[in-house]
């Protein structure tokens, strides 16, 4: 379900800024990390976990504001080259400011220990989490599917040229498109904190199993995202039970075996 | 530039008069994984993000082989183009099909792939600690462990990687390549199987970075995770574009700026790479177009100053 988060947002501004947010992960890793600091200071995580991703929102805006609004004309190259150089910045950033060993973090209270769900025993705060995800998941689809809002930011993927000659500005879909990209990877990151806990390298790890996730679903393709992220989840999870050194290759692996079949992705079109 | 060679010479002299030999011998191994990477990015006009994929592979390999088997310099170096040009046209047969965002995704998403096997399959590649213990071999009696003569070897190879690189860029093979660049529909109409093309470009840059890898490997005598990490095929990208992609000699430029940048941020600070994210960013945001524009620039400045 985190990947679908991941995926969902990374495929919104792919779609919509055709850009290679190369900074994708290290948005994801900003949100834990915030998420912790947050808990740390005012001691609640529902609050926390309202406020870190709308900070990560945030410095998607100013991002996209100081930076990334001037390079709709360059090439991919550089376009790459700045979202990359963010990435490194975000990540060192990281380090100096919280320390290069990787910090782990508890679930709130309530949501320590397990359920018995009759055939397994499964951790609460996985279960929140994945309820939580798909609800967020669920909300963004329809979010996009029935507002106006929603339906302008569809209709960017689908033409810039003539959103904008309708009177739109092109200008706003774009931030807001990067602000919402962000705000996913960051309550993905948020909510990942308290299982994994935080590493400095979380959020390359995380990115190129956000690019998998979007590769997969076929660029543009939102729904096609959010498949592929529970896909690549399952398969994950499958395999670390059998061989968990393998259950990060598998993902690639995954991602090779399906393009080799189709080239444009599970559901692309194009 | 009247005479490109005669300036490549002297500054291949110069350059271990000026720099440590180590450094200098780093600067044209990455010069020759730089000219893999612009065949694509400057000529083809693919943006690989990947290119450490086939650098790595090819250090690991030949790597393992010098460590365990023995083997001779060249038969090393023969290895590693082998090695490079084969993980390249796997991973290419992949990504050609797609263009655009697409292709720079798939490059990373794979570079990832041979990186998460590097870094599990400990017993080989030693994952995060590295594959030590690389030898230099002798050869015709010549002590390759002495630094200034590993920079000569280096220094001969980089010049034969050029000239091969000058060959394959002037060649039919080189101009149809630029038309793809160029005009990619109009190629495929005037009957140039487009994806075959890229595919052949993309074995070739694969080849040059497998070559690069080698002598990475028995430069340091490591083989160090991070050569197969993505963030190596960043640099050689940074590399190519501060240098100038469009030129043959950008990568160049661009690898003798990037590693003396690089060399004496990580001895100011163990942070460094935030120094050289910063570097991105500005370069991206103030200098597109790279050293050459960037001097342009400066140079038509002055002249309205005075």
């Known amino acids: 379900m985190l990947y679908a988060l991941m995926g969902l947002g990374l495929a919104l501004i792919t779609g919509i800024l055709n850009i290679p947010n190369f900074a994708h992960g290290a948005l994801f890793a900003v949100g834990a990390y915030l998420l912790v600091t947050v808990v740390g200071a005012i001691g609640n995580f529902w609050l926390a976990l309202v406020v870190a991703p709308l900070g990560v929102a945030l410095l998607g805006i100013a991002i996209e504001y100081a930076g990334i609004r001037r390079l709709y004309a360059a090439g991919h190259d550089y376009q790459l080259l700045f979202t990359f150089g963010l990435a490194l910045i975000l990540n060192e950033l990281i380090i100096v400011i919280w320390g290069p060993v990787g910090i782990s973090h508890l679930p709130p209270a309530i949501l320590r220990g397990g359920v018995d769900l009759g055939f397994t025993f499964y951790p609460k705060y996985r279960l929140f989490v994945m309820l939580l995800a798909g609800l967020l998941v669920v909300a963004t689809w329809l979010f996009l599917e029935r507002t106006r809002y929603g339906a302008i930011m569809r209709a960017g993927i689908e033409n810039k040229e003539m959103v904008s000659l309708l009177g739109i500005d092109i200008q706003r879909l774009f931030t807001a498109a990067f602000a919402l990209g962000a705000y996913l990877a960051g309550i993905a990151g948020a909510l990942t904190a308290p299982i994994r806990g935080l590493s400095p390298g979380m959020g390359a790890d995380m990115l190129g199993i956000a690019f998998v996730v979007v590769a997969l679903g076929g660029l543009g393709n939102l729904l096609g995202a959010i498949a592929a992220g529970l896909l690549i989840g399952v398969a994950q999870a499958v395999v670390a039970a059998y061989w968990t050194e393998a259950s990060t290759a598998v993902i690639f692996a995954v991602m090779a075996a399906v393009l080799l079949v189709r080239p444009q992705g599970l559901f692309g079109i194009r | ?306």
């Open chain 2, 1 to 306: 530039m009247k005479h490109p060679a005669v300036l490549v010479i002297a500054a291949l002299a110069l350059l271990p008069l000026v720099v440590r030999h180590a450094i200098a011998t780093e600067i044209l191994i990455f010069a020759i994984f730089g000219l893999g990477l612009n065949l694509l990015l400057g000529y083809t006009g693919l943006l690989s993000f990947g290119q450490a994929t086939f650098f790595g592979s090819a250090a690991y390999v030949a790597g393992y082989l010098l460590k365990y088997y023995g083997i001779g310099i060249f038969t090393a170096l023969a290895i590693g183009v082998g090695v490079g040009a084969l993980s390249a046209l796997l991973v290419g047969y992949l990504c050609v099909q797609r263009s655009g965002l697409y292709f720079i995704m798939l490059t990373f998403a794979l570079n990832q792939l041979f990186y998460f096997v590097a870094y599990q399959w400990t017993s080989v590649t030693g994952g995060e600690d590295g594959m030590p213990g690389i030898p230099r071999p002798a050869l015709l009696g010549i002590d390759f462990r002495q630094p200034l003569a590993y920079y000569v070897l280096v220094a001969a190879l980089f010049l034969l990687a050029l000239w091969v690189m000058k060959r394959i860029v002037d060649s039919p093979l080189g101009t149809i390549l630029q038309a793809i660049r160029e005009n990619e529909v109009r190629a495929e109409a005037v009957g140039y199987n487009v994806p075959r093309f890229k595919l052949l470009a993309f074995v070739i840059g694969g080849a040059f970075s497998g070559f690069a890898g080698v002598l990475y490997a028995m430069l340091f005598g490591i083989v160090p995770l991070e050569a197969i990490g993505f963030v190596f095929s960043g640099n050689v990208v940074f590399a190519t574009l501060i240098g100038g992609s469009g030129s043959l000699y950008g990568p160049i430029i661009g690898s003798v700026v990037f590693i003396w940048l690089s060399e004496s941020m990580s001895v100011m600070w163990a942070r460094w790479p935030l120094l050289l994210g910063v570097a991105f960013v500005i370069v991206v945001l103030f200098f597109r177009g790279g050293v050459v524009e960037a001097w342009a620039r400066i140079w038509r400045f002055s002249k309205r100053a005075t």
